[in-house]
């Protein structure tokens, strides 16, 4: 049994009349009467009664009529779910992004306007450090993830979208410096005396190595202090007088009583790179969507 004998069977039980069923669907009388008998065989009833002025429906065709009509709208709304997977307008979306990232207005915009714009999508949302992040990616367990490399080249099959590079900027306890200094950057030797607060670098092993290779492109080896819990800790630590460090710009948007954020203004200044990452050959129409809302450079990675 086919959609067709359906929707050929419901013609005729609407119309009841042969002729007027093939006008609206658009086939001659004679294959509308062998196509409704090929389905009659394979029901094993007489689906109609055939009159001289038209026909009526059989006992068994009032039967079939509530069934092939639930049948038709059931294939209907199939082929509508359909439609709306192959427009990614539903679905699912893991993201995952670390805690620094969130920070940013290039992620943050995204996720919302998505969410907007896509609200049949099940938006997934993962906080997790960077290395975590692309084993899930590597694992098919995340569809795309934000996260800050370093300099090193993506795991294989992974693909990195960069999306933006920021300055870092010095955590210093308030009182460091003047005033004036800390408007006009301080070099990255003026914490070369001072404990380094930094994150584990199994969070992030590449971010991690890029901080201290600034510090010895600027003539020193930072003195190992606390290490954080995670980058958005950082400040917290450094309030409490452990010692200083290092932030993307975008993570000053944390405010924390006795603390003061200071570009690097002398010599070479790290920088954070915010990437999406994605894997090769997946890209689902969702995915797809969501990585338009970043701007043309993120598609045109697949």
Same mark, same amino acid.
């Given at each position: 049994?086919?959609?067709?004998?359906?929707?050929?069977?419901? &013609?005729?039980?609407?119309?009841?009349?042969?002729?007027?069923?093939?006008?609206?669907?658009?086939?001659?009388?004679?294959?509308?009467?062998?196509?409704?008998?090929?389905?009659?065989?394979?029901?094993?009833?007489?689906?109609?009664?055939?009159?001289?002025?038209?026909?009526?429906?059989?006992?068994?065709?009032?039967?079939?009529?509530?069934?092939?009509?639930?049948?038709?709208?059931?294939?209907?709304?199939?082929?509508?779910?359909?439609?709306?997977?192959?427009?990614?307008?539903?679905?699912?979306?893991?993201?995952g992004f670390t805690g620094s990232a %969130?920070?940013?207005?290039? +992620?943050?915009?995204?996720?919302?306007?998505?969410? /907007?714009?896509?609200?049949?999508?099940?938006?997934?949302?993962?906080?997790?450090?960077?290395?975590?992040?692309?084993?899930?990616?590597?694992?098919?367990?995340?569809?795309?993830?934000?996260?800050?490399?370093?300099?090193?080249?993506?795991?294989?099959?992974?693909?990195?979208?960069?999306?933006? /590079?920021?300055p870092m900027l010095l955590v210093l306890?308030?009182?460091?410096?003047?005033?004036?200094?800390?408007?006009?950057?301080?070099?990255? /030797?003026?914490?070369?005396?001072?404990?380094?607060?930094?994150?584990?670098?199994?969070?992030?092993?590449?971010?991690?190595?890029?901080?201290?290779?600034?510090?010895?492109?600027?003539?020193?080896?930072?003195?190992?202090?606390?290490? %954080?819990?995670? +980058?958005? #800790?950082?400040?917290?630590l450094v309030a409490a007088g452990l010692?200083?460090?290092?932030?993307?710009? #975008?993570?000053?948007?944390?405010?924390?009583?006795?603390?003061?954020?200071?570009?690097?203004?002398?010599?070479?200044?790290?920088?954070?790179?915010?990437?999406?990452?994605?894997?090769?050959?997946? +890209?689902?129409? &969702?995915?797809?969507?969501?990585?338009?809302?970043?701007?043309?450079?993120?598609?045109? /990675?697949?």
């Amino acid at each position: 049994m086919e959609l067709r004998h359906i929707r050929y069977f419901l &013609a005729v039980a609407e119309e009841l009349n042969f002729t007027r069923a093939a006008a609206r669907v658009g086939i001659g009388q004679p294959p509308l009467s062998r196509q409704i008998r090929d389905l009659e065989e394979e029901t094993g009833a007489a689906l109609f009664l055939r009159l001289p002025q038209g026909v009526q429906l059989s006992e068994a065709g009032a039967a079939f009529l509530p069934e092939a009509r639930a049948l038709l709208a059931q294939a209907e709304r199939a082929r509508e779910a359909a439609q709306r997977a192959a427009r990614g307008e539903s679905g699912s979306l893991r993201v995952g992004f670390t805690g620094s990232a %969130a920070f940013h207005p290039r +992620m943050a915009v995204a996720v919302r306007r998505f969410r /907007k714009k896509h609200p049949g999508v099940d938006l997934q949302l993962r906080e997790e450090p960077t290395a975590g992040l692309l084993r899930r990616l590597e694992d098919g367990e995340a569809d795309v993830v934000f996260v800050r490399p370093g300099r090193e080249r993506p795991p294989e099959g992974l693909q990195m979208v960069e999306l933006e /590079k920021e300055p870092m900027l010095l955590v210093l306890p308030r009182g460091f410096a003047t005033r004036e200094a800390v408007a006009v950057g301080l070099g990255l /030797k003026a914490i070369a005396q001072e404990p380094l607060i930094l994150f584990p670098r199994s969070a992030g092993p590449g971010f991690y190595e890029e901080i201290l290779g600034a510090c010895r492109r600027a003539g020193f080896t930072p003195v190992p202090g606390q290490e %954080a819990p995670q +980058m958005t #800790s950082i400040a917290i630590l450094v309030a409490a007088g452990l010692g200083v460090s290092l932030v993307p710009a #975008s993570l000053a948007q944390i405010q924390v009583s006795g603390v003061v954020y200071a570009p690097v203004g002398q010599g070479p200044a790290p920088v954070s790179r915010l990437c999406a990452a994605v894997r090769e050959g997946r +890209m689902s129409p &969702a995915l797809r969507n969501f990585l338009t809302l970043l701007g043309p450079a993120a598609v045109g /990675k697949e």
